[in-house]
């Protein structure tokens, strides 16, 4: 279990470090990529890739499940039945993405004094709603997150994996599904999908000396955290139910 523990710590940190990177890239002031092209497709391609390369970092620093998501790892014990992997692979992915932000932070160091927005500041490490609706956004995270379990697990099925077109393009494969996320139902949360990514940068946020940063917005961080895990349980169930 600990070189699966590191895996999902490695993955984590660099999802995180990639994700929260292209968004502080064109967030933030006097970065040369600040207010690049359209700047929601810069974003979810960004996040895409990230998602890419954590799975391969984690793949090749000793876990093959590659999860870096908390509620991917819920949607597969919920489906397995097995929940031996629940709470080292949570930890371990809370804290790769607390130590990618923190890397986020130290790569952009002298642009978060210049740049005035506390907003935009949080925004580089957590969601923020475009609409501030408890019920809505608790709904929003369900549904992407139910979409992403589910998917991938339709992508591994025995029905479409073992058919030979999956065999090492998974990876790939899921980023292309985080794109589609982001693109199609992003616009609503900021698409946490993925507990870890929220919270341990929102943790990082709230103790790190970043100038001028205003608020964690904690009273926020229940959604990003709740949604993704009750959608991913929702497609574990059914994943369970249907026979994936």
């Not at 790569?107 to 709603?129: G, M, N, R, Y």
């Not at 608790?138 to 589910?150: A, D, H, K, N």
């Not at 992508?155 to 980023?175: D, E, H, N, Q, W």
């Not at 970043?210 to 959608?231: F, M």
Request: aromatic share 10%; net charge positive.
């Amino acid at each position: 279990m600990a070189t699966k523990f590191l895996g999902e710590f490695m993955g984590t940190l660099v999802l995180v470090l990639l994700g929260d990177g292209v968004v502080a890239n064109v967030l933030l002031k006097r970065s040369k990529a600040e207010g690049g092209g359209d700047r929601w497709i810069v974003i979810t391609s960004g996040w895409a890739f990230a998602v890419m390369a954590g799975v391969f970092v984690a793949m090749a620093c000793g876990s093959p499940d590659a999860h870096i998501n908390p509620a991917v790892t819920l949607g597969f014990a919920v489906y397995s039945g097995s929940f031996v992997k629940l709470a080292p692979y949570i930890v371990a992915q809370i804290m790769g993405a607390f130590a990618g932000a923190i890397l986020v932070w130290i790569h952009f160091l002298p642009h978060w004094k210049v740049t005035e927005d506390a907003t935009l500041k949080l925004a580089c490490f957590s969601t923020i709603p475009a609409i501030r609706n408890f019920a809505a956004n608790l709904i929003s995270e369900i549904i992407g997150t139910f979409v992403l379990v589910f998917v991938v697990g339709a992508i591994f099925s025995k029905a479409v994996a073992g058919t030979g077109l999956v065999s090492g393009l998974g990876a790939y494969l899921v980023a292309a599904l985080v794109w589609g996320i982001g693109l199609s139902l992003g616009g609503t949360t900021g698409y946490a999908i993925n507990p870890a990514r929220d919270f341990g940068p929102r943790l990082a946020h709230a103790v790190l000396p970043i100038a001028g940063k205003g608020a964690s917005d904690w009273s926020y961080a229940i959604v990003p955290i709740l949604g993704p895990l009750i959608g991913a349980a929702l497609a574990g169930g059914l994943m369970r139910a249907v026979g994936i």
